[in-house]
């Protein structure tokens, strides 16, 4: 079962930062936070993980609060190719992920 | 960078008939997980193998069954098959560590039952 809230849907101006949040209450100790997006019917993609540390990759940033019950993932320039579902999943290792119904994203020109 | 391979891409069948699902993982990666994407939903868990053995299982009908070859490479067998069996299926591949397995998707295969 999903362990994640986020909100259904947000609009993003072309060339501003995302800041797509998401909320873990629940989360254990020894879970990370994975985020993958899914672009119409593809694949989903894998964007960044992290446990407790903050992240960046050259797709995005991970921002985990200190205590680990939410975080915030940053697209800081958004194009247009970025507009899709975005999934915070919460999961130990080597268990499957739970998708939940994400954030559509939609970045406007 | 190789990715995981699904095949075929598109799949149209009748009901009642039996289909076979394809995935290769991405080479050193020995974890398969399964997944089915009904239309206008989120991708649902159906079944995992490590090392050709079953490691999990999800909400995956007595219907279907899968299996992980010495290659790595896995099967979803699905049989009798419903119209509510028309989906995306998603194959995804993973190295086993202790730390984190980031899951790799593959392109997906779109099942239409007729």
Redesign the interface.
Known sequence: DAKTTQPTSMDCAEGRAANLPCNHSTISGNE?V?W?R?IH??????II?G?KNNETNEMASLIITEDRKSSTLILPHATLRDTAVY?CIVRP??????????TSLTVIP | AAGVIQSPRHLIKEKRETATLKCYPIPRHDTVYWYQQGPGQDPQFLISFYEKMQSDKGSIPDRFSAQQFSDYHSELNMSSLELGDSALYFCASSPWDSRSDTQYFGPGTRLTVL
Do not use: D
């Open positions: 990370y994975y993958y899914q019917s593809q694949g989903p993609q894998y993980h446990l999934y290792t080597g268990n499957q992920f739970y998708f939940g119904t994400g």
